[in-house]
Every structure is written in structure tokens, then in C-alpha cells.
T-cell receptor, first 115, second 111 residues
Framework: EAGVAQSPRYKIIEKRQSVAFWCNPISGHATLYWYQQILGQGPKLLIQFQNNGVVDDSQLPKDRFSAERLKGVDSTLKIQPAKLEDSAVYLC?????????????FGSGTQLSVL | ELKVEQNPLFLSMQEGKNYTIYCNYSTTSDRLYWYRQDPGKSLESLFVLLSNGAVKQEGRLMASLDTKARLSTLHITAAVHDLSATYFCAVVSTGFQKLVFGTGTRLLVSP
């Protein structure tokens, strides 16, 4: 079974530039999550989708971050413009059923460095 | 707001020794999870604990939950180098379906 795919693996940009990350969840998984993991900290939920609808985006900095999940499958997370404090690993995860967290599968993440 | 704290943040231990990682959380919870993360890798689910007194064991790792104390422990028995990784606990608070992670414990097992 293929896992959660993310790209790119690494990204280096200058502050005020834009960046986008892509995630392809496990086939059939209705729920998709984007987490931000700053070095030395635990992952923090940015946004949760159920199919193509947003369930929770309370911790998403909406002035600069946006995310979409068209057709309820792939998702993209965008930052525009980036700040130094956005340097982190961005993890995508998916689950078959959003209420059953033990079935949460994580991708390898995209490591973002903002210079 | 649910807060999850782990200690220690860093643990260096010798092979063959025992140790415990602690996870405290601030509000009532339905579920508690333990994850493992190797450098540059995905998070891997280890255990899910659903009720007070729950105990789960796999290999040299054993996790337990005390919901009254809002405390979970991850006990390592006779550590081996392959257990070197960062371990996270994560909690779902009662009434909410948001998974909140602890800060993680970086474990280094040396020969």
C-alpha cells in the first residue's frame, strides 16, 4: 500500500517569497491534515480537511497561509509571503476516518528554510 | 486550551538500561497516542490508549495511562540502539477532535 506522498522534500527560499507544498494522501482516505513542526517542538495542526471541506483551520495564519483540497484527493499548502519564523517541517497526514486517530498516517514532510 | 508536556526533552542512555518518559496533559482526554519519529522520517504510530489504567506493550516499550492524574508513561526496558528516535505523545481532549502533540523526547541509546 502506498503511503502519504509529499513534495518537495526540501525547499529553501528568501523571506517574502512564496512557496507551495503538495500532498497526495493514501487512496480512499477522506481526512487530510497539514501539520507544522518547528525544530524541537511537536507537530501543530494547521488545517484539517474532510473530503474537500475544511473541518478545522483555527491555527492557520490566514493572512499568509492558504490550503486547498480540490476534488477531495490531493492538497496544496501555500505560504505567501514567507517569514523567517515559517522555517519548519510541514507534515501531511491522512486517515480513513477523521474520528479514528490511530489510523493517522504521516508523510515524510517538506523541510522549509526561509532565509 | 489543551497543553501536553513531556519530560525529559532529551535522554541519553546506555544499552541494557531501563528508563521512563513522562507525558502530562492539562485537560480531560478521550485518547492518548504515542508516536515515534526517526530523523528525516515520518511519524510512526506506536500505541493508542483509550481508558484509565490501559497498558500496551510491544517489544521493549510499554505505555500506560492514568486519566485521573492526566499522565501517561512510556517505559523502555533493556534499551537497544535501534530505539534511538524522538518519541511524541499526543492527546485528543474530551469533546474536541483535535490531536495535540507534546514537545517530544529525543532518545539516544549508546553501546
Amino acid at each position: 500500500e502506498a503511503g502519504v506522498a509529499q513534495s518537495p522534500r526540501y525547499k529553501i527560499i528568501e523571506k517574502r517569497q512564496s512557496v507551495a507544498f503538495w500532498c497526495n494522501p493514501i487512496s480512499g482516505h477522506a481526512t487530510l491534515y497539514w501539520y507544522q513542526q518547528i525544530l524541537g517542538q511537536g507537530p501543530k495542526l494547521l488545517i484539517q480537511f474532510q473530503n474537500n471541506g475544511v473541518v478545522d483551520d483555527s491555527q492557520l495564519p490566514k493572512d499568509r497561509f492558504s490550503a486547498e483540497r480540490l476534488k477531495g484527493v490531493d492538497s496544496t499548502l501555500k505560504i505567501q509571503p514567507a517569514k523567517l519564523e515559517d522555517s519548519a517541517v510541514y507534515l501531511c497526514a491522512s486517515s480513513l476516518d477523521g474520528t479514528v486517530y490511530e489510523k493517522l498516517f504521516f508523510g515524510s514532510g517538506t523541510q522549509l528554510s526561509v532565509l | 486550551e489543551l497543553k501536553v508536556e513531556q519530560n525529559p526533552l532529551f535522554l541519553s542512555m546506555q544499552e541494557g538500561k531501563n528508563y521512563t518518559i513522562y507525558c502530562n496533559y492539562s485537560t480531560t482526554s478521550d485518547r492518548l497516542y504515542w508516536y515515534r519519529q526517526d530523523p528525516g522520517k515520518s511519524l510512526e504510530s506506536l500505541f493508542v490508549l483509550l481508558s484509565n489504567g490501559a497498558v500496551k506493550q510491544e517489544g521493549r516499550l510499554m505505555a500506560s495511562l492514568d486519566t485521573k492524574a492526566r499522565l501517561s508513561t512510556l517505559h523502555i526496558t533493556a534499551a537497544v540502539h535501534d530505539l534511538s528516535a524522538t518519541y511524541f505523545c499526543a492527546v485528543v481532549s474530551t469533546g474536541f477532535q483535535k490531536l495535540v502533540f507534546g514537545t517530544g523526547t529525543r532518545l539516544l541509546v549508546s553501546p
